[in-house]
T-cell receptor, first 115, second 112 residues
Framework: TQLLEQSPQFLSIQEGENLTVYCNSSSVFSSLQWYRQEPGEGPVLLVTVVTGGEVKKLKRLTFQFGDARKDSSLHITAAQPGDTGLYLCAGRLLWMKTSYDKVIFGPGTSLSVIP | NAGVTQTPKFQVLKTGQSMTLQCAQDMNHEYMSWYRQDPGMGLRLIHYSVGAGITDQGEVPNGYNVSRSTTEDFPLRLLSAAPSQTSVYFC???????????FGPGTRLTVL
């Protein structure tokens, strides 16, 4: 089964705290994307990682792609209320690199940052 | 640019009714897709299109039809609605297979 898991499912923290959310699979991905979705809206792309071990930073957000390209993490430093939302990871399966349709989404981590 | 637009925003149907969810993009993207989002299950691909006149099935195509007569429009048709089709539906477009997907605001559908 080409399953992408995310943990934790829900996270509620105080403003200023740090947090890490995880995206894991038994499948190998040619690339992995992180999206943020706010209530009533569609997901918006945050970052794409393509190389095993790659680390990308977007202001207070740090994204890492696992060495084996099966997992990824998102670390937020000094969380702010504006970070509240559903964080989705989406992986493009390596063996179906030429097929547009083989992008699978995880179920998401719902983050709430309390002022 | 309006990006990806979807109508309606909300819809309630009775079992057995049919309807069309509209999706349009003004970015001249070749690739368009339809997803449904259910709690705890993430986004699941229903159908996709790699260009005008070309469509293919995704992970959960049963009960849905699509067509792509123009680059801009990609409607999703429910032929005979069922309660299992209660969900939030998102349309997305992308310049090509490796680029970022741009999502519409979604349609929340309830089937009674």
């Amino acid at each position: 089964t080409q399953l992408l898991e995310q943990s934790p499912q829900f996270l509620s923290i105080q403003e200023g705290e740090n947090l890490t959310v995880y995206c894991n699979s038994s499948s190998v991905f040619s690339s992995l994307q992180w999206y943020r979705q706010e209530p009533g809206e569609g997901p918006v792309l945050l970052v794409t990682v393509v190389t095993g071990g790659e680390v990308k930073k977007l202001k207070r957000l740090t994204f890492q792609f696992g060495d084996a390209r099966k997992d990824s993490s998102l670390h937020i430093t000094a969380a702010q209320p504006g970070d509240t939302g559903l964080y989705l990871c989406a992986g493009r399966l390596l063996w179906m690199k030429t097929s547009y349709d083989k992008v699978i989404f995880g179920p998401g981590t719902s983050l709430s940052v309390i002022p | 640019n309006a990006g990806v637009t979807q109508t309606p925003k909300f819809q309630v149907l009775k079992t057995g009714q049919s309807m069309t969810l509209q999706c349009a993009q003004d970015m001249n993207h070749e690739y368009m897709s339809w997803y449904r989002q259910d709690p705890g299950m993430g986004l699941r691909l229903i159908h996709y299109s790699v260009g005008a006149g070309i469509t293919d099935q995704g992970e959960v195509p049963n009960g849905y039809n699509v067509s792509r007569s123009t680059t801009e429009d990609f409607p999703l048709r429910l032929l005979s609605a069922a309660p299992s089709q209660t969900s939030v539906y998102f349309c997305a477009s992308s310049p090509n297979r490796d680029n970022e997907q741009f999502f519409g605001p979604g349609t929340r559908l309830t089937v009674l």
